[in-house]
């Protein structure tokens, strides 16, 4: 390990501690030449500046954070690996960092904005809970990536999302537009009216409204977690209750496969005895067999234009903004017409 | 954003910025009645110490590293979320680092120590390119996880990982004993002798010997990265080749799924037409339809004994060790006899 100090390279080098600092921090006002000799320096002893007193000396690093609640889904891995491509060549630097359930996001943000000298702050996933006062609290711009804020003031925030309700109201409608009319849901919290999953359960009631379909409460299940295996749980429970349903619409491709696999599992075949739709397009619903059908959330325009609002923020070179992009729905061989159901293998 | 100081700390507590310092850094020497009066300060005014001025103060952070080569795959990011939720348990914090593929790891563990004062590093996956000469650089301890170096002094470093050639051996011979003998082989990297990735198929060439099995090179496929897609790609092409196997070995579950699929597309099916084995263990291969057989790598096990590996070595409790687990072969509807091919649906 180098154990030499910046005196030493400025001795080196016949510069100013001031001039070797200069360089270090990339300062415009230092002559070509002086700057040449000063990394000619560094380079030769192997100096590695000590990143913590450079941080006491700059206003700002080049980082930004990402904030990504609880476990990792396979979605929420690939749009973060694509967010930090982009971020990296725009010349900042990401650290991410996972939020435990229940604990409050915007808290969390101001501690590592604060600790980690964040320029800005991407803030990931479905269970943030925010208010205004807490948000006003984000001393860097803030750009909510695949979900928003409801009831707070637009002008404070960015955010780069689908519509959740809208696109989980045209899943259930594909559903029925193919003849399904007995439609269950697997949520993924319950009582979370401002995120993601509850606002794919509003659009799923506003579809069976639209279609004067009565809502069943024993339709309705909850995996907790967006894992396969939650999704498998609550489908089992599903498949023991008093009715079967013909279709399962999931609120997460993960959820979706636990589905398929306890449909299977208990002697029923995907599609012909029950439709199974997932959400958010996956490889992992594009792979599985029959391939899932889903709705496909764009991942790579959504995270090149988070990208693009923070740094816009960033460098000051614009306000805040909401965009919001369509989503498709991807059929795949998991959902028939329940007309299709023949039980002949039992 | 707060602008107090540890001054302005300092006065309202009515004691000196050093008792701040103390009670922040958690020191031993300050009375009970003191450190309370401070911490209540402290809460009431929602003060955030600066930490890049503490861990100048500080010889060490409580922040261990965790370096991860290119995307993570299912079975990678499991295997952290462990052992970030061991190393919080044990009060350290964990720094998470991609490394991109090519690039020497140990050169970026080096600069992230010293950049991030860390207190020792893990270093988690298959491609690091390593010397004893690179090794020697590090001044932390490091616990090499899911692999380890060949031909390098043992008691520089620790490991924790499988015997991957072994394991991948004896999915082989399972292969084997179920009757087949045209196995076909999916690898990750070629070239990768080191790597697990050339490990494992030194354990499928080791297997082909032992049963007198003549090496097919047509047989053997490379994945590139360890995805869906690349192994759905590595499929078709062998499917296309001039000698279609009876099995494929696939060295990661993820390849195993995109080999499941490619095989489905051609019009053939799994197990009846083509066997397919994967490795790893993970929740994607329990979930699939039918469920692939695998290799599992114990990743609990492995994730709970890599923290405490290092921690003994960074509280300085222990020497340097090395430890393997064993795998298990998980079967599963992938996998049959070549005997109960029926190709009557085509």
């Known amino acids: 390990m180098s154990t030499l100090s910046i005196r030493d390279i400025a001795k080196m080098a016949g510069v100013s501690v001031t001039t070797v600092s200069r360089v270090l921090n990339n300062y415009p006002d230092v002559s070509e030449g002086t700057k040449r ?12 500046p000590n990143n913590a007193a450079r941080n006491l000396k700059r206003t ?3 980082a930004v954070g990402l904030l990504m609640e609880g476990s990792a889904t396979p ?9 930090e491509a982009e971020i990296n060549a725009h010349g900042y630097t990401l650290v991410p960092h996972r939020v435990t359930n229940g604990v409050s996001g915007v808290d969390t943000a101001v501690q590592l904005v604060m600790e980690k000298r964040l320029k800005g702050l ?4 479905g269970y943030f ?3 205004l006062e807490q948000l006003k609290r984000l001393p860097v711009p803030a750009v909510f990536c695949t979900t928003t804020l409801s009831g707070i003031d637009h002008s404070t925030y960015s955010s780069v999302h689908v519509d959740d309700r809208q696109a989980a109201m045209e899943a259930v409608n594909y559903l029925v537009s193919i003849g399904h009319r007995d439609i269950a849901i697997l949520g993924g919290i319950e009582n979370d009216s401002g995120g993601v999953s509850g606002q794919r359960l509003s659009g799923y009631y506003d579809a069976l409204k639209q279609h004067h379909i009565p809502l069943d409460p024993t339709l309705v299940r909850y995996g907790g977690l967006f894992t396969m295996q ?9 498949l023991s209750g008093s009715r079967q349903p013909s279709a399962v619409f999931c609120v997460a491709d993960s959820l ?3 589905a398929c696999k306890a449909i299977f599992n208990a002697g029923l075949r995907v599609p012909q005895d029950i439709s199974v739709m997932g959400f958010d397009g996956t490889d992992m619903a594009r792979f599985y067999e029959p391939s899932i059908c889903t709705v496909r959330q764009p ?18 070179k614009g306000p805040n903004r909401h965009i919001i992009f369509p989503t498709e729905i991807v059929t795949g061989g998991s959902c028939a017409s329940p007309g299709n159901s023949v039980k002949s293998h039992q």
């Open 299 to 316: 991942k790579e325009s959504i995270a090149k234009k988070t990208v693009e609002v923070l740094i816009s923020l960033m460098e000051k």
């Open 75 to 83: 979605f929420i891995t690939d749009l973060s690996d694509i967010i």
């Open 60 to 62: 700002h690093s080049n």
């Open 129 to 131: 809970i925010h208010s």
């Open 230 to 238: 939650r999704g498998y749980d609550a489908t089992c429970e599903l």
């Open 256 to 258: 979706a496969v636990g």
């Open 37 to 48: 000799r000063v990394q000619r320096v560094i380079a030769e002893c192997d100096y590695q």
């Open 122 to 125: 991407i803030i990931c996933g």
